[in-house]
């Protein structure tokens, strides 16, 4: 009898379709309230997960879905400073 391995899916905060973990890049608040990209997807803190477009990232921005999964207000540098590591990801 073979076993089927789960696969863990979650939501991007921007399209909000539900997607394989490796499909999407998580986006983390630490404990010291920065807010990074973990390529990762391993790091201790609060995580939100989106697609690697930016069309994703700006309807994220457009309808307050990060701030809500972070918990916080985000500045707009944060916004393109996630921008420009989503474009260095997709270039990849």
Do not use: H, W
Not at 8 to 32: A, D, F, W, Y
Not at 75 to 92: F, G, M, T
């Amino acid at each position: 009898m073979s076993t089927i391995k789960k696969i863990p899916m979650r939501k991007c905060i921007g399209c909000n379709e539900m997607k394989s973990k490796k499909e999407l890049v998580r986006i983390l608040k630490t404990t010291e309230g920065e807010i990074v990209i973990d390529a990762t997807g391993k790091k201790n803190g609060r995580g939100a997960y989106i697609c690697f477009s930016k069309e994703c990232l700006l309807k994220a921005k457009k309808n307050k879905g990060l701030e809500r999964s972070l918990k916080c207000t985000i500045p707009q540098d944060i916004y393109d400073s996630l921008e420009k590591e989503l474009e260095q990801l997709e270039a990849r």
